[in-house]
């Protein structure tokens, strides 16, 4: 058997190669494995192509888990400045697309490739594709069992992700070996991912697939129910775009939805005041304040005759219409699932990891990190965020502890 690593890294996505790259550059001999035959696929499929790699306003605040303050340390440590800093020493054109959120100019090969050269800079060896086999706490650290064979380290971090998108190779590889240390796992959930309704529900709505707007959207119930205002976008099984990713991650099955497809205007009143400058029918008037098809589609539904001329409107039922347009409450059957999910909601329970080093409390040398932890983030490069960071405390803190027990 070789000479046993400092740490291996399993995972060779955002979280485990940013982690092994610090770790590398701070002195500790790093090998990581993957059993994916791609390096770090996920970043790049995230923001079509392009990565959006962090939000410049991620805070403790963006991201939801049952010990929601766990994140607060790691996220204060390595801020989305930190990250933006790195871009720039290695010349990676961004910009900012929406509400924080940065994007690569070019491709999200450019961050790839970053990642990369800072292993490549720490000397890290990287096996993949590698499969592991079995890991056995040792009185020394850990034996691995890999196809390529049995290795020995004295830490093991699992930057295994989650369950999402199952086609690039997710597993549930790191909620089982927690279990195997004796770690409760929150249970896993898909998280920013499309909803969908049953087909008599949505047979109204189908054939607008296609058709985006912004919304309010909230759910929840109490004096806080969570809200955004973000696009949405109608699909043949439901209702997709950021609005609906982002409210996916708080909604509950059996909890509604309520939406506002006017926000921040009153339809009654415009519609009202049409009535009294318009010779239009309704259907045309409602055209002019929502997407044509959306307009007749929700008329037909509601049984009122988009042919009547403005004129002849009641201002009852145009005030019954802008009421319902702003407060349209429907129940979702599901979602879409692992398979068109962004990310995993639970995972490891964070209330049996250190927050500083991301280390187990239950067994000693095994760190978790990224999103196989009970962190999740909103949408739009809080998820991101959150890889660097806690890979950032992970690896600072492994350093450290290597450097004290010299």
């Given at each position: 058997m070789s000479e046993p690593w400092d740490c291996v890294v399993v995972g060779a996505g955002a979280a485990g190669l940013f982690c092994a790259g610090i770790a590398g550059q701070l002195g500790l001999r790093v090998l990581v494995v993957d059993h994916a035959p791609k390096v770090a696929e996920k970043i790049r499929i995230s923001g079509g192509g392009r990565c959006n790699f962090t939000n410049r306003e991620a805070s403790p605040a963006n991201y939801l888990?049952?010990?929601?303050?766990?994140?607060?340390?790691?996220?204060?440590?390595y801020t989305p400045a930190d990250f933006i800093g790195?871009?720039?020493?290695?010349?990676?054109?961004?910009h900012e697309k929406h509400k924080g959120q940065l994007f690569c100019d070019r491709s999200a090969e450019d961050v790839i490739e970053?990642?990369?050269?800072?292993?490549?800079?720490?000397?890290?060896?990287?096996?993949?594709?590698?499969?592991?086999?079995?890991?056995?706490a040792?009185?020394?650290?850990?034996?691995?069992?890999?196809?390529?064979?049995t290795q020995r380290t004295a830490r093991v971090v699992v930057a295994t992700g989650g369950?999402?998108?199952?086609?690039?190779?997710?597993?549930?590889?790191?909620?089982?070996?927690?279990k195997q240390f004796g770690h409760r796992v929150v249970e896993p959930r898909p998280a920013l991912v499309p909803l969908t309704f049953d087909a008599p529900t949505w047979a109204a709505f189908a054939p607008l697939?296609?058709?985006?707007?912004?919304?309010?959207?909230?759910?929840?119930?109490?004096?806080?129910?969570?809200?955004?205002?973000?696009?949405?976008l109608f699909t043949h099984r439901g209702l997709s775009g950021p609005a609906v990713l982002q409210i996916s991650s708080f909604w509950v099955p059996g909890q509604p939805l309520r939406i506002d497809l006017a926000p921040g205007r009153d339809l009654g009143a415009l519609l009202r005041e049409a009535k009294g400058k318009s010779k239009r029918q309704l259907?045309?008037?409602?055209?002019?304040?929502?997407?044509?098809?959306?307009?007749?589609?929700?008329?037909?539904?509601?049984?009122?005759e988009g042919g009547t001329p403005m004129p002849q409107a009641r201002d009852k039922?145009?005030?019954?219409?802008?009421?319902?347009?702003?407060?349209?409450?429907?129940?979702?059957?599901?979602?879409?699932?692992?398979?068109?999910?962004?990310?995993?909601?639970?995972?490891?329970?964070?209330?049996?990891?250190?927050?500083?080093?991301?280390?187990?409390?239950?067994?000693?040398?095994?760190?978790?990190?990224?999103?196989?932890?009970?962190?999740?983030?909103?949408?739009?490069?809080?998820?991101?965020?959150?890889?660097?960071?806690?890979?950032?405390?992970?690896?600072?803190?492994?350093?450290?502890?290597?450097?004290?027990?010299?």
């Open positions: 888990g049952e010990n929601p303050h766990f994140c607060r340390s790691a996220l204060a440590r790195l871009m720039r020493k290695y010349g990676i054109p961004f970053m990642l990369l050269s800072e292993c490549e800079a720490g000397r890290v060896t990287r096996w993949q594709p590698c499969k592991v086999l079995d890991v056995r040792t009185a020394e650290g850990y034996d691995i069992d890999t196809d390529r064979g369950l999402s998108i199952p086609k690039i190779g997710a597993t549930d590889f790191g909620f089982r070996l927690a697939a296609g058709i985006a707007l912004e919304v309010g959207i909230e759910t929840g119930a109490g004096k806080k129910p969570m809200r955004f205002l973000e696009d949405l259907g045309n008037e409602l055209g002019q304040l929502l997407p044509q098809r959306l307009a007749e589609a929700w008329l037909q539904r509601a049984g009122v039922d145009l005030n019954a219409l802008g009421t319902a347009l702003g407060r349209w409450k429907l129940l979702p059957d599901g979602s879409e699932g692992w398979r068109k999910a962004e990310v995993t909601a639970g995972g490891v329970d964070t209330r049996e990891l250190n927050q500083q080093s991301m280390e187990s409390k239950k067994q000693p040398g095994l760190h978790f990190i990224g999103e196989v932890v009970d962190v999740t983030g909103w949408l739009g490069g809080y998820n991101f965020q959150w890889a660097w960071a806690s890979a950032a405390a992970c690896a600072r803190a492994m350093a450290e502890a290597q450097v004290a027990a010299a």
